[in-house]
């Protein structure tokens, strides 16, 4: 695999490996993100490595997708200690499904004391249709363009009706799917593995101990399907409660905070955080 590491000097303690999303992305982000995030922590005088997966980017081999990559993931964390041998304290950052990724794989490495999460992907059918019901056909009502479609008569009706019929069963189930994995721990004995990916995160979060960074955006329907997913399971806000998490939502950003102000708070709260314990 192909990384690039920032390193300040004189060399620091922590570092932070950033983990892409499987959109798929490689090192330089969207809108060049983990370049700007990545020289911004080497400003504030920590380490920084991003690095693409196997089979993304520049790196050989075979890609598996974000729910396979914890190999991935330690070969990053053995790279920056290697090649910055005074790093004792790693940060895993993770947007949208390596968000998902760092919450599987964090609690199983000691390296690890820190996780800093933007707009965590928890997609489930039913969240999905969730967050369809509540948002988006609210604010398509709101859309001029929508009711000149319904003027001309250009508007699909029966696909539309069928689509939110389906939406909102769907909806329907989400709730007591949440709550059915909601209490504490994995009383009901199953495997982790076997339970919905929001419930699987949940697990994650709850087993790594350490400080948690949590940033949303105000105009991305991935952070508005999380957040409903949270609204309706108490495990999530008992998690989210904790005093180890630093929750943040930047109103104006879209998921991947490609405007100038919102890039420059994501910068700043992580560089916040990160001096801050």
């Not at 479609?149 to 939406?167: E, H, P, T, V």
């Not at 009383?187 to 979060?205: F, H, I, M, Q, T």
């Amino acid at each position: 695999m192909l990384g690039i590491v920032n390193v300040p000097d004189p060399p620091p303690r922590r570092g932070v490996v950033f983990v892409v999303a499987d959109g798929p992305q490689y090192r330089i982000g969207a809108q060049r993100q983990f370049v700007s995030l990545g020289r911004s922590i080497e400003a504030h005088g920590y380490a920084a490595l991003r690095f693409d997966y196997r089979g993304m980017g520049d790196s050989e081999g075979h890609h598996r997708g974000f729910l396979h990559v914890d190999s991935d993931i330690r070969a990053a964390v053995d790279a920056l200690i290697a090649n910055v041998p005074t790093v004792e304290e790693v940060v895993l950052w993770g947007e949208c499904d390596s968000a998902a990724a760092v919450l599987f794989y964090a609690y199983k490495d000691p390296r690890i004391k820190g996780i800093s999460l933007a707009n965590p992907w928890v997609r489930t059918d039913e969240s999905r249709a969730k967050t369809m019901v509540k948002h988006y056909y609210r604010q398509r009502l709101l859309e001029p363009n929508f009711w000149r479609k319904l003027l001309k008569l250009q508007f699909d009706y029966k696909g539309s009706l069928a689509s939110l019929w389906r939406n909102v069963a769907l909806a329907a189930k989400s709730a007591a799917s949440t709550r059915g994995s909601s209490g504490s721990g994995n009383a009901s004995g199953k495997e982790v593995r076997d339970e919905p990916l929001p419930a699987r995160l949940a697990e994650g979060l709850r087993r790594f101990p350490g400080p948690v960074l949590l940033i949303t955006s105000g105009r991305d329907w991935i952070a508005k399907e999380f957040l409903e997913v949270v609204a309706d399971s108490p495990q999530w806000q008992e998690l989210l409660g904790a005093g180890r998490v630093t929750r943040h939502e930047i109103a104006d950003a879209d998921h991947s905070f490609s405007n100038r102000p919102s890039r420059d708070s994501l910068v700043r709260h992580n560089c916040e955080w990160l001096g801050s314990w």
